[in-house]
């Protein structure tokens, strides 16, 4: 038997990323205490209100099919809420509610790339873009985001990416794993070349509301944009509620249209009581998310504060998102190697960024989703291993 080509274009090259992570839970499984700061998956509780509104909705027997774009109420409540963030129009039939912004991503990047086709991202990328353009058919086209322009992009880079089979320009920001924020000129300038060359511009906003450095740009608030611009984001980061997956596409109508049209083929709409559950979030701001972000926040200046004396290694506190970007190519490891030793002498799990992009290698990325003492042990423990490491001690 054999399996189509698909099987291999969906495993991008981002699989070996995560044996750190799997290797520390095996750890953790024997008993020995490890610090995982792996995976982006919020610590928080959910918000008391959403848990309450989830549990009201099945308890009123809320567990048939919803309609396949998602619930009337819930459509119209997140357009308000991009309206209401952008100040631009924005209707129900500009969304569809999508299981997170994973599948967001992934619906909208089958309606508009095929085989033949070029898909422009910045790289380091979040791990599963490669997957998601490889299952379209379409070539992923890389632009560095380099250190010494703190991770933004060089717009001269993307626009001379372009060839005549170019279709999309993937935008992420606040960024992972970089921690980037594109400021507005930025963003208007990318709209500017998609307007230009006539190009989808794809924007992933699921960490919308953990910007720091400057205020976030949503690719809705862009002028003239409304036949191009498509804005994936979801509550999964900003509420702490990953498993929900919750998440919503906003785009031109027709497209909703064609991707109500692959949901239909593919998951049939969403859980009614999971849509019921997230309404308070979607019509008002909650104090949770607030609460997360200052946390957040604090967290990324703390952490990367006690980071600057790891020797041979650069670290800025991020511009916004819930990870810090260790710079560690001085200590000569890559960073593969530095993240098993890490784990191996210190019991401290990170993720080896090499597989994000090359601009990544020797880079590690370090997830801020634990209680501030962990995190302060775990940078304590960084910097003993780097002192270490630079001693020739290893
Ligand atoms: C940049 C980025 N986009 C999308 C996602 C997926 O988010 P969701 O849980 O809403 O599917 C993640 C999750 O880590 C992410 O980091």
Redesign the pocket.
């Known amino acids: 038997v054999n399996f189509s080509s698909l099987v291999a274009r969906v495993s991008g090259g981002g699989s070996t990323t995560w044996d750190i992570h799997f290797e520390a839970l095996r750890r953790i499984r024997e008993g020995k205490v490890t610090i995982m700061l792996t995976v982006?998956d919020p610590d928080q509780l959910a918000p008391v209100r959403i848990v309450e509104e989830t549990v009201a909705a099945l308890r009123s027997n809320h567990k048939g099919y919803s309609p396949i774009a998602g619930i009337a109420s819930v459509r119209s409540a997140i357009a308000e809420r991009i309206e209401r963030r952008t100040g631009h129009s924005c209707r129900a039939e500009n969304i569809i509610v999508v299981p997170?912004?994973?599948?967001g991503?992934y619906c909208v990047v089958q309606c508009l790339a095929e085989s033949g086709d070029e898909v422009i991202v910045a790289e380091p990328i979040?791990a599963t873009y490669d997957g998601v353009i490889g299952a379209s058919g379409a070539v992923m086209i890389n632009v560095p985001l380099l250190p010494e322009r703190a991770y933004h992009p060089d717009i001269e880079s993307i626009e001379n990416a372009i060839t005549p089979r170019t279709r999309v320009i993937w935008i992420?920001s606040p960024h992972?794993p970089t921690g980037a924020v594109l400021d507005r000129d930025e963003l208007m300038k990318i709209a500017e070349i998609c307007e230009r060359h006539d190009l989808w511009l794809l924007s992933?906003e699921?960490?919308e509301d953990l910007a720091y450095a400057r205020p976030h740009s949503s690719v809705w608030s862009l002028p003239n944009m409304a036949e191009r611009a498509v804005l994936v984001s979801?509550l999964?980061?900003t509420y702490a509620i990953?498993g929900y997956?919750f998440?919503w596409v906003a785009g031109p109508e027709i497209l909703i249209k064609h991707i109500q049209s692959l949901l239909l083929c593919m998951s049939y709409g969403s859980p009614p009581f999971i849509q019921e559950g997230v309404l308070p979030a979607l019509r008002e701001d909650l104090p949770e998310m607030f609460e997360l972000r200052n946390t957040y926040r604090r967290r990324a200046t703390i952490m990367s504060g006690v980071l600057r004396s790891a020797h041979r290694c650069t670290v800025a506190e991020p511009e916004g998102g819930m990870f810090l970007f260790l710079d560690a190519r001085d200590t000569g490891l890559d960073s593969w190697t530095f993240a098993r030793m890490l784990l191996e002498q210190e019991s401290v799990a990170v993720l080896p960024s090499d597989a994000f992009g090359p601009s990544a290698s020797g880079h590690l990325r370090i997830s801020l989703t634990a209680p501030e003492s962990e995190l302060l042990e775990a940078a304590r423990r960084i910097v003993q291993f780097t002192r270490r490491l630079s001693a020739g001690g290893l």
Do not use: E, F
């Open positions: 982006g997170g912004a994973q599948a991503l979040y992420n992972n992933d699921v960490y979801s999964s980061k990953p997956r998440g």
